[in-house]
């Protein structure tokens, strides 16, 4: 046996000291096969759980030359297991590169372990890469159709999906079911799921059925099922996080932590289960015990994660030198958007003008499209001379237009009636969702826009057709910002319904999900006006030097809105009898050119 083969025979047995000082003594020696022993010592240091150590080694390998996918995803593998997602995404992005026989593994990594932890935004820069004939078995093409589904190209999955040679296994017939839902049909995909042999012992069965069950507004019994999944597997974060929402539109706020109470218990909680509850009692505001769970808990979190919510406690408990004191301790470049923006919006509101811009630019060199962070450095602008979202300029960017029925009504208002007997029978929910900008209303569940009824399949077109006129009419202004696209495909990106009743409005909000976002009023109260549950643009919903006044629109049934998603819009409180019934929807504007649908 010579040195190599020990050595390699060493690594297989588990024997990774052993191996490493031999590894360590060929490098010392200069030998010729020292991008080959780099190599085999990351898998030592790996194998000891230095993953500090792997990477090293294998970044020196990579400076030796050797660059193909198995590096790159080993790469991808330790710096993950370090909790560095958005490094160990960019290696995945080098291995598929390569486009070599490690691609098909690449794949199945990202799907995997990165899947759920990478934005849509960021996701998107695999698309170029996704070749559909390297993905080798059906385990593998069966992750490439997830990927896709989570890219929102539902046409692309179908495609691929029908290339996979058995789909009867389980994970196939879930991905099938995902499909069923993505196209607006639940019953389907409740079918094709509960087909599968003893389907209530599988915790990623019983979450999809549960999020059926939310489709079609059965809030209880999705309630029931998120709850089995928790029990069958209480690792997997999404049932807990569902279950607390729903659990609370039903009205059983008591309840809502049952399962993130569960986790403390018997201390096991994850990263991301820990965030996720702390995340919904700093929405309610039990800032004190974010505070206590933090002491307790807060080791299993980033040292980020922990100063921002840690941050954001103090906050809502107005000690805000102490929350300054935590955001200058963040290393914001750890932070996700989401959460540079929010702590923007406090920056903003102490007057801390510089740190608040430099959290904002640095969001928009991580995501140029973030709506959030341009909705903010608009407000920035508004200081300075290049105010264009300032509240007179509001007018000449909301575009207004009224609804067409269909051909098999005779009037607007015999649509209306039937659109409003439908919507109504989809609000399910006794009060407002957590982790929305209503209050005192309630919000359908599903994208509304994916539902097959021809109502409502009309109303989309007609958001469309409008649309597209309010692009056509802005094409002689000045882009709002950089990347405002204005030609290119309608993707809708979510679609709801809105009830308000007496005493309900909506915070003042952006939309981050879109780059236009569009309201119709599809019932209202006599009482209506536009300073009585009309929407009111301009303002954001904290306090900061600009007095930017709010610019109100009257509503009317039959209109339709169309403005930037960046746009700060929210109503005015509604007082009165009867409720206020709208749809609302997102859309992005996709430049064909650099898509592959």
Not at 347 to 364: N, Q
Not at 450 to 458: A, D, F, K, T, V
Not at 495 to 513: A, F, L, R, T
Request: negative net charge; hydrophobic residues 35%.
């Amino acid at each position: 046996m010579n040195i190599m083969q020990q050595v390699i025979a060493l690594i297989n047995a588990q024997h990774y000291s052993k191996a490493e000082v031999i590894l360590s003594r060929l490098l010392d020696s200069g030998n010729d096969k020292s991008g080959l022993f780099h190599r085999l010592r990351a898998s030592c240091f790996y194998g000891l759980k230095d993953y500090s150590g792997a990477i090293k080694e294998l970044s020196k390998a990579v400076e030796l030359g050797m660059t193909d996918g198995e590096v790159f995803l080993n790469l991808a593998r330790a710096k993950l297991n370090l909790n560095h997602v958005q490094a160990s995404f960019s290696y995945c992005l080098q291995s598929l590169e390569c486009n070599d026989k490690y691609y098909s593994h690449t794949i199945y990594f990202i799907y995997s372990k990165l899947l759920q932890r990478i934005d849509t935004k960021r996701l998107s820069e695999i698309t170029p890469l996704l070749i559909d004939h390297n993905v080798i078995n059906d385990k593998h093409i069966n992750a490439l159709v997830n990927i896709y589904i989570a890219l929102n190209k539902f046409r692309l999955a179908e495609i691929v999906f029908k290339t996979i040679t058995d789909s009867n296994t389980s994970q196939v017939i879930l991905t099938e079911a995902i499909l069923l839902r993505k196209k607006g049909n639940p019953d389907a995909a409740i079918a094709r799921l509960t087909s599968i042999g003893d389907w209530k012992t599988n915790y990623a069965v019983c979450h999809q059925v549960g999020n059926c069950l939310s489709d079609k507004g059965c809030l209880e019994d999705a309630c029931n099922h998120y709850l089995l999944a928790t029990k069958l597997n209480d690792q997997y974060h999404h049932s807990h996080y569902n279950y607390a929402d729903l659990m609370f539109q039903l009205g059983f706020s008591e309840g809502m932590f049952e399962t993130y109470l569960s986790l403390a218990s018997t201390k096991r909680f994850t990263e991301q289960s820990l965030y996720d509850f702390l995340n919904y009692l700093l929405r309610i505001n039990k800032f004190d015990d974010v505070l206590h769970y933090l002491e307790t808990f807060g080791d299993i979190l980033i040292v980020s994660s922990r100063l921002y919510l840690q941050s954001e406690a103090y906050r809502l408990a107005n000690r805000y030198e102490e929350a300054l004191d935590c955001v200058r301790e963040i290393n914001l470049v750890e932070l996700t958007n989401d959460e540079r923006c929010q702590l923007s919006q406090f920056l903003l509101s102490r007057d801390e003008c510089t740190l608040a811009s430099l959290y904002i630019s640095t969001t928009l060199n991580n995501d140029s499209e973030n709506q959030w962070a341009i909705a903010l450095k608009l407000l920035l602008d508004d200081l300075g001379e290049n105010a264009i979202a300032a509240s007179s300029s509001y007018e000449g960017y909301i575009y207004q237009s009224f609804i067409s029925p269909p051909d098999s009504f005779a009037t607007l208002k015999d649509y209306f009636i039937a659109l409003t007997a439908e919507l109504t029978s989809m609000h399910s929910s006794q009060v407002s969702p957590i982790n929305q900008t209503v209050h005192g209303g309630t919000q359908t569940q599903a994208n509304l826009f994916q539902n097959p009824n021809y109502l409502i399949q009309h109303l989309k077109s007609e958001f469309e057709r409008a649309i597209r006129e309010m692009l056509q009419g802005v094409k002689g202004k000045k882009l709002l910002y950089d990347g405002f696209i204005i030609d290119g495909r309608l993707d809708n990106t979510g679609s709801w319904s809105v009830n308000i009743k007496s005493e309900g409005y909506h915070n003042d909000h952006i939309h981050p999900m879109g780059q236009l976002s569009t309201v119709c009023y599809i019932h209202l109260p006599p009482s209506i006006s536009k300073t009585n549950g009309g929407i009111r643009f301009g303002q954001p919903p904290f306090r900061y030097l600009s007095d930017t006044k709010a610019y109100e629109i009257e509503p009317v049934v039959g209109r339709i809105l169309v403005f930037p998603s960046c746009f700060w819009h929210g109503t005015n409180p509604y007082k009165g009898e009867g409720s206020r019934l709208t749809v609302a929807a997102d859309f992005t504007v996709v430049n064909e050119i650099s898509t592959r649908e």
